[in-house]
């Protein structure tokens, strides 16, 4: 199944559900974080970095588009918020295409912005707010997303 849903009822649910989808992940790939602003996209960040294993800080890269973590040894993870991003031209500028590879892990809170630019999603989660607590979606966009849902459900 290519869809994973369900409630988080409050912010430790969304660092666990981060957590899980640490455990399931394979080293590279990317995840497109969709929401508005407040839904939990950098929560559940934090929640994954947490799971693989980083300690400390998780900072939301608002105004430096992006943040680098070592969570261990043989991973790095790009996190970017690419809600100031605007112009095109500072993504190759940036050498922001490098970031991305078989290798590294790329998490993209306002992929939107930078729509064209970005390497296609293996995962999506979109997260709205609703009551209390948010309403999460995960969909694969890949044949490896597709796997690590499969995981992810069973
Ligand atoms: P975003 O990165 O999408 O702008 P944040 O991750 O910064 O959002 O989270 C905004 C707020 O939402 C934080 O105060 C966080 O504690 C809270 N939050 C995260 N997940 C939940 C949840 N499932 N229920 C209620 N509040 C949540
Ligand atoms: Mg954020």
Wanted: net charge negative; glycine share 12%; hydrophobic share 35%.
């Amino acid at each position: 199944n290519s869809v994973v849903d369900g409630y988080l009822k409050d912010e430790q649910a969304t660092l666990a559900l981060g957590a899980t989808v640490a455990r399931h992940l394979p080293s590279g790939g990317v995840i497109y974080l969709l929401g508005d602003l407040g839904a939990g996209k950098t929560t559940f960040t934090r929640g994954l970095l947490n799971g693989l294993g980083h300690i400390g800080r998780v900072k939301s890269p608002t105004y430096t588009l992006v943040e680098t973590y070592t969570p261990t040894p043989v991973l790095t993870l790009h996190h970017f918020d690419l809600y100031r991003f605007g112009d095109p031209m500072e993504w190759e500028d940036a050498g922001f295409r490098d970031y991305f590879g078989p290798d590294t892990l790329c998490i993209v809170e306002w992929p939107e912005k930078a729509a064209g630019a970005l390497p296609p999603a293996d995962l999506t989660l979109q997260l709205t707010v609703e009551g209390t607590g948010r309403h999460y979606c995960l969909t694969a966009g890949t044949p490896t997303g597709t796997a690590c849902l499969r995981t992810i459900s069973t």
